[in-house]
């Protein structure tokens, strides 16, 4: 269950997230959140791409700039914003998934692209992927 504290029922900050197995020829990381179960259908809750390959861990609490100190860019989520927005299902339990994709490539484009336009960019680039699936229930 994912703590209330990342949800919009607490503070609203993104959790902390850590990997490994990165594979060599890695360039850069991308990281999509988003809930299959919103009733108007998959709601995405974070987009952030060029993450350094130097980078195995995200703290709790990644502010929503649009470019962040380590150059990583984040994309608008289904809220409208730039960054993480926690968990707030309507109403049931809802599963969200955090998908981390090992690219050979940075990408070109430009902060605020759409979960969407991320995947049509990083297709034919991915060396890797992982994910975590975490639950909340209001």
Known sequence: MIPREYTCDGRDISPPLAWSG??????????????????????VHWVLFNLPTTADELPQGIPADKVLENGARHGINDFRRFGYGGPCPPGGTHRYYFKLYALDTELAQEPGITKAELL?????HILAEGQLMGRYKR
């Open 22 to 43: 990165v594979p060599e020829g890695t360039k850069s990381l991308a990281l999509i959140c988003d809930d299959p179960d919103a009733p108007v259908g998959t709601w």
């Open 120 to 124: 049509k960019s990083m297709e034919g």
